[in-house]
């Protein structure tokens, strides 16, 4: 493959490194850019390139297609290196020194929640791919529009709703721990019935009280939060939820990573809950790292490559078959949410781009409030509109389980398209 060159603003500084990924462009005067900071080092480096790899590879049909308004679209990609005040001022320079047309949203609460005033300020549009914490929604701000199901704080509905509706020997003691990161907090709120408040001013948010755990009839016998960064007693972990006697356990990471360091955990000290229940590992580095051992665990997920839905892109049908068949030619598997998640958002910009001819970003942001469940964006995640905060209209997260080397989806079950039988209970270690 021919190599091309990227342009990466590094700390303000300008490189240009030589990859194969992503298209060049030397007639900068005549293309629309498209602003993004990606964590591509870093904490989240595994699915903030990923999250890369879905707008490049929209990017690219587009273009196939004749770009936008008679242009090329050009993607200028920032590294902020999972860091927040690196995040905040790359999105500063998109604006006011590179002039970009249209931004394009980060992977993570923690980078999202921060860069959102600064959108807001400039009145750019913020299409949010990874970052559903409730907070980032309550700020008023109407710029935000989040392509992923639910907010965070709703997600532990589905993980209790599955054991709920479709474990026969229910489970009756739960462990929830959870890394001490904006978004697995967030699904923790929900999960444990806290009160959500506003970083800085302390105003309620929501309170969810008492908890999915309570309303589902478990009793919660072990709660742990681990830092952030650097955590590495994962076996003492473990072996505090063996102690504890917990029959089903939720983990709510920040990266692919600890999922696995955290499964793998659980295998050495030999725990055998009846369910495990994780917020990451739907990435085939989790299959790749846990082997026959990923078999029965549970996984929230915005995405399936199975999933009927109907998209467009360039004009044309572009389904989850055709997305999830383009990206097998290219890249010989299957294609995985954090790939999915910005494909989607692309698409739906790209929808209202070509409805409004335009990219200013008040006509482009008018035409997306203005979409209903009945005249929606299409794309491979399914139908987009959204509420006056920016949270998606009657979406929620897929539940999905690793069945061999197959990632299956078993819940809700009125998705719209067939479930897999569950694996219940999981089997022993």
């Given at each position: 493959m021919?190599?091309?060159?990227i342009?990466?603003n590094?700390?303000g500084l300008?490189?240009?490194?030589?990859l194969?990924l992503?298209?060049?462009?030397?007639?900068?005067?005549?293309?629309?850019?498209?602003?993004?900071?990606?964590?591509?080092?870093?904490?989240?480096a595994?699915p903030?390139?990923?999250?890369?790899?879905?707008?490049?590879?929209?990017v690219d049909v587009?273009?196939?297609?004749g770009?936008w308004l008679?242009?090329?679209?050009?993607l200028?990609?920032?590294d902020?290196?999972s860091d927040?005040e690196?995040?905040?001022?790359?999105y500063?320079?998109?604006?006011?020194?590179?002039?970009?047309?249209?931004?394009?949203?980060?992977?993570?609460?923690k980078l999202?929640?921060p860069?959102?005033?600064?959108l807001?300020?400039?009145?750019?549009?913020?299409p949010?791919?990874?970052?559903?914490?409730i907070?980032?929604?309550?700020q008023?701000?109407?710029?935000?529009?989040y392509f992923?199901?639910?907010?965070?704080?709703?997600?532990?509905?589905?993980?209790?709703g599955?054991?709920?509706?479709?474990v026969d020997?229910?489970?009756?003691?739960?462990?929830?721990?959870?890394?001490?990161?904006?978004?697995?907090?967030?699904?923790?709120?929900?999960?444990?019935?806290k009160?959500v408040?506003?970083?800085?001013?302390?105003?309620?948010?929501?309170?969810?009280?008492?908890?999915?755990?309570?309303s589902?009839?478990?009793?919660?016998?072990?709660?742990?939060?681990?830092p952030?960064e650097?955590?590495?007693d994962?076996?003492?972990l473990?072996?505090?939820i063996?102690n504890?006697?917990?029959?089903?356990?939720?983990?709510?990471?920040?990266?692919p990573?600890?999922?696995?360091?955290f499964?793998?955990a659980l295998?050495t000290v030999?725990?055998?809950p009846?369910?495990i229940i994780l917020s990451?590992g739907t990435?085939?580095?989790f299959?790749?790292?846990m082997?026959?051992?990923?078999?029965?665990?549970?996984?929230?997920?915005?995405?399936?490559?199975?999933?009927?839905?109907?998209?467009?892109?360039a004009?044309?049908?572009?389904?989850n078959?055709?997305?999830?068949a383009e990206?097998?030619?290219?890249n010989?598997?299957?294609?995985?949410?954090?790939v999915?998640?910005?494909?989607?958002?692309?698409?739906?910009?790209?929808q209202?781009?070509?409805a409004?001819?335009?990219?200013?970003?008040?006509?482009i942001?008018d035409?997306?409030?203005?979409?209903?469940?009945?005249?929606?964006v299409?794309?491979?995640?399914?139908?987009?509109?959204?509420?006056?905060?920016g949270?998606p209209?009657?979406?929620s997260?897929?539940?999905?389980?690793w069945?061999?080397?197959?990632?299956?989806?078993?819940y809700?079950?009125?998705?719209?398209?067939?479930?897999?039988?569950?694996?219940?209970?999981?089997?022993?270690?």
């Amino acid at each position: 493959m021919t190599k091309k060159l990227i342009r990466l603003n590094l700390l303000g500084l300008t490189a240009f490194i030589a990859l194969s990924l992503f298209p060049i462009n030397n007639a900068q005067s005549d293309t629309i850019k498209i602003g993004a900071s990606m964590p591509l080092t870093g904490n989240f480096a595994v699915p903030g390139t990923k999250h890369l790899e879905g707008y490049q590879m929209c990017v690219d049909v587009i273009n196939r297609h004749g770009g936008w308004l008679g242009k090329e679209v050009e993607l200028l990609i920032s590294d902020n290196r999972s860091d927040t005040e690196t995040a905040i001022s790359q999105y500063e320079r998109f604006i006011n020194v590179d002039n970009v047309d249209l931004t394009f949203g980060t992977f993570s609460s923690k980078l999202t929640f921060p860069i959102s005033p600064i959108l807001a300020k400039y009145n750019a549009i913020h299409p949010i791919p990874s970052g559903g914490a409730i907070r980032i929604f309550s700020q008023g701000h109407k710029n935000l529009f989040y392509f992923q199901a639910s907010a965070a704080e709703y997600v532990g509905s589905n993980m209790v709703g599955l054991i709920e509706d479709l474990v026969d020997d229910k489970p009756t003691k739960a462990a929830v721990v959870h890394a001490d990161d904006f978004f697995a907090n967030s699904i923790a709120n929900g999960l444990l019935g806290k009160e959500v408040r506003m970083p800085g001013s302390g105003d309620l948010v929501e309170d969810m009280s008492p908890g999915y755990i309570v309303s589902a009839g478990m009793e919660l016998v072990y709660h742990e939060q681990w830092p952030e960064e650097g955590f590495s007693d994962w076996l003492v972990l473990a072996n505090s939820i063996k102690n504890s006697g917990a029959d089903v356990v939720i983990g709510l990471m920040a990266s692919p990573e600890e999922a696995t360091q955290f499964t793998r955990a659980l295998k050495t000290v030999r725990h055998n809950p009846k369910h495990i229940i994780l917020s990451q590992g739907t990435q085939m580095e989790f299959l790749e790292g846990m082997g026959d051992d990923a078999n029965g665990v549970i996984v929230m997920s915005a995405y399936h490559h199975k999933a009927p839905t109907k998209g467009l892109l360039a004009g044309m049908q572009m389904n989850n078959a055709d997305f999830a068949a383009e990206y097998n030619i290219t890249n010989g598997k299957v294609p995985d949410e954090d790939v999915a998640i910005t494909f989607a958002l692309c698409q739906g910009i790209d929808q209202a781009v070509r409805a409004t001819g335009s990219v200013d970003d008040q006509t482009i942001m008018d035409w997306l409030h203005a979409r209903t469940p009945e005249d929606p964006v299409k794309t491979v995640l399914g139908n987009f509109s959204w509420d006056d905060r920016g949270l998606p209209v009657g979406k929620s997260f897929l539940m999905v389980q690793w069945q061999g080397d197959e990632l299956e989806f078993v819940y809700p079950i009125n998705e719209g398209f067939k479930t897999a039988d569950l694996i219940d209970p999981r089997p022993e270690w």
